[in-house]
């Protein structure tokens, strides 16, 4: 499929819905695609009793303006339970979210619209929006992370996404504190300063540094020590997952001279091991920013469900519609 501006609006496609569940608010959005949004919504993510009711008054409230919803995505906050063949599927599970561990939003969401929901993480989601309309165009071997209140990431093989027996955690991947960094606890509830999250998100450079992320100047020393963690984590990916491209978001990297330190510094770190990396034109090409921004995740949803009407199985991957294979 192809997203543009100028495409025009098709009115027989089915209604979807599509939701981002995040951990500070809900987009909800009704339409049959990502450029034909008709109603959309956010709700702040307080407790399950409040915020659940309020999306479900939503899409009532849509189907009653626009007609049935044929199938509704819904990307979410983690961890939570996408395995199918699990008796928990639909879980949210073990958050530090208050009141959200084992609620299973998707048995709430579907008992109440009456709705085939096709579930998975919210960086899944962004993952396929970008890989669909952004940054990922053309290239079937991903890895999108975004680097904000947390570090969450997502993977693509051959146009599919892998999922084990869960869904990866890149952000708790555990690497070393860089020399030079300060002693500070981290900012990991499970790993203090053992794993990236702990050392390189948002509230990790706000503990550092005593400063928001967003106020450390250009030139702060901070921006470096970022890099490296940055550069470490993208190193590993490569190692292990071979992509071909690696799509950095999130709040965090609205520093854009963090692009150029992060390419040099993986350079650095992979020292000519990998053939396919050797230049500087490579790793532009390799580490490369969100295109969609805060969108990602909404357009995810929504394609989400429109892979669910395509009648394909939740466990084929992504459908082949979306993707082209490089
Ligand atoms: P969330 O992860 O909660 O969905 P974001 O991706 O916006 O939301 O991440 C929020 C984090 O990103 C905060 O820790 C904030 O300090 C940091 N952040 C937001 N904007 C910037 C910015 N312009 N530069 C650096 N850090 C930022
Ligand atoms: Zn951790």
Not at 108 to 126: K, R
Not at 247 to 265: D, E, K, T
């Amino acid at each position: 499929m192809s997203f543009s501006s100028d495409s025009v609006r098709c009115k027989e496609r089915p209604l979807l819905g599509g939701i981002e569940a995040g951990g500070t608010k809900f987009v909800c959005a009704v339409g049959s695609a990502p450029d034909d949004i008709r109603e959309t919504q956010t709700f702040p993510t307080t407790e399950p009793e409040k915020t659940l009711p309020q999306v479900i008054d939503f899409f009532q409230s849509c189907v009653r303006t626009h007609g049935a919803i044929k199938g509704l995505g819904l990307g979410c906050f983690g961890p939570v339970d996408i395995d199918q063949t699990s008796t928990s599927w639909g879980q949210i599970t073990t958050t530090p979210k208050p009141n959200w561990s084992g609620v299973n939003i998707v048995k709430v969401l579907s008992e109440a619209l009456g709705v085939a929901i096709e579930f998975d993480t919210d960086v899944n989601a962004a993952l396929l929006a970008e890989a669909t309309l952004g940054a990922g165009r053309n290239v079937a071997d991903l890895v999108y992370v975004t680097i904000g209140t947390g570090i969450g990431g997502a993977l693509m093989s051959g146009g599919r996404a892998i999922n084990g027996s869960m869904h990866p955690e890149i952000g708790h991947m555990q690497i070393a504190r860089e020399e030079g960094d300060t002693e500070f606890e981290g900012s990991c509830l499970f790993h203090g300063a053992a794993c990236l999250e702990g050392l390189a998100s948002g509230p990790a450079i706000t503990v550092r540094w005593k400063t928001p992320a967003h106020e450390l100047g250009m030139d702060h020393s901070g921006w470096e020590l970022q890099s490296k963690y940055l550069a470490t984590m993208c190193a590993n990916l490569a190692l292990i997952l071979s992509p071909r491209r690696i799509i950095l978001g999130g709040g965090v990297m609205q520093q854009p001279h963090l692009f150029p330190m992060i390419r040099s510094n993986l350079q650095q770190k992979l020292a000519y091991y990998l053939p396919q990396l050797n230049t500087a034109a490579d790793f532009e090409q390799f580490v490369v920013p969100a295109e969609l921004g805060q969108k990602a995740g909404i357009f995810g949803a929504i394609l989400m469900a429109q892979r669910l009407t395509l009648n394909h199985s939740r466990q084929d991957g992504f459908a082949p519609e979306t993707y082209e294979r490089q």
